[in-house]
T-cell receptor, first 112, second 112 residues
Framework: GENVEQHPSTLSVQEGDSAVIKCTYS??????FPWYKQELGKGPQLIID?????GEKKDQRIAVTLNKTAKHFSLHITETQPEDSAVYFC???????????FGKGTKLTVNP | DGGITQSPKYLFRKEGQNVTLSCEQN?????MYWYRQDPGQGLRLIYY???????QKGDIAEGYSVSREKKESFPLTVTSAQKNPTAFYLC???????????FGSGTRLTVV
């Protein structure tokens, strides 16, 4: 089955710096890659996603890149703010089993 | 507004008792999922259902049971057979292609 590896597990940056979180997946048939942000005590919220026919997608300070050949995708957050502090999860949609497989999460801390 | 509702937000039970967590969605999604999240851990899939009256085991189904009698509802029962039931439980729903994968706000279960 699909396996998603996410790195780093924790990331600490200064306000205004950029943050990058990377994920790799194993199933070459996977075709949908969302990213979720989870604040303490809440459910994960979708922040951006990308489909396998697209290499990059941007939404204001957030961008996601996908390298299908290498089977990895990354989340980029620019001009980080303290409210960006949260746990971020990447995921890969496995078409065969029709479910998302999640990475283990990255705890991002943005220091003022 | 469409969404996915989990109740209750907090639940306390004595050891050895079964407890049922509620999950309702009005997004007209076909698929529904239950995840367990432990402190500092990722999301582990318990059960999922792609159609009414049918469901599949996820990675950690032992000690849990589900039903899917209505498209909108996917309750999870944590049985006394679950060795370590204290955790944060998340319900999610999506279309069959993973589009619109949406999480509820979670139920924190504490067994004393």
């Amino acid at each position: 089955g699909e396996n998603v590896e996410q790195h780093p597990s924790t990331l600490s940056v200064q306000e205004g710096d950029s943050a990058v979180i990377k994920c790799t997946y194993s199933d070459s048939a996977s075709n949908y890659f969302p990213w979720y942000k989870q604040e303490l005590g809440k459910g994960p919220q979708l922040i951006i996603d990308i489909r396998s026919n697209v290499g990059e997608k941007k939404d204001q300070r957030i961008a996601v890149t996908l390298n299908k050949t290498a089977k990895h995708f990354s989340l980029h957050i620019t001009e980080t703010q303290p409210e960006d502090s949260a746990v971020y999860f990447c995921a890969s949609f496995q078409g065969g089993s029709e479910k998302l497989v999640f990475g283990k999460g990255t705890k991002l801390t943005v220091n003022p | 507004d469409g969404g996915i509702t989990q109740s209750p937000k907090y639940l306390f039970r004595k050891e050895g008792q079964n407890v049922t967590l509620s999950c309702e969605q009005n997004l007209n999604h076909d698929a529904m999922y239950w995840y367990r999240q432990d402190p500092g851990q990722g999301l582990r899939l318990i059960y999922y259902s792609q159609i009414v009256n049918d469901f599949q085991k996820g990675d950690i189904a032992e000690g849990y049971s589900v039903s899917r009698e209505k498209k909108e509802s996917f309750p999870l029962t944590v049985t006394s057979a679950q060795k370590n039931p204290t955790a944060f439980y998340l319900c999610a729903s999506s279309t069959l292609r993973g589009i619109g994968y949406t999480f509820g706000s979670g139920t924190r279960l504490t067994v004393v």
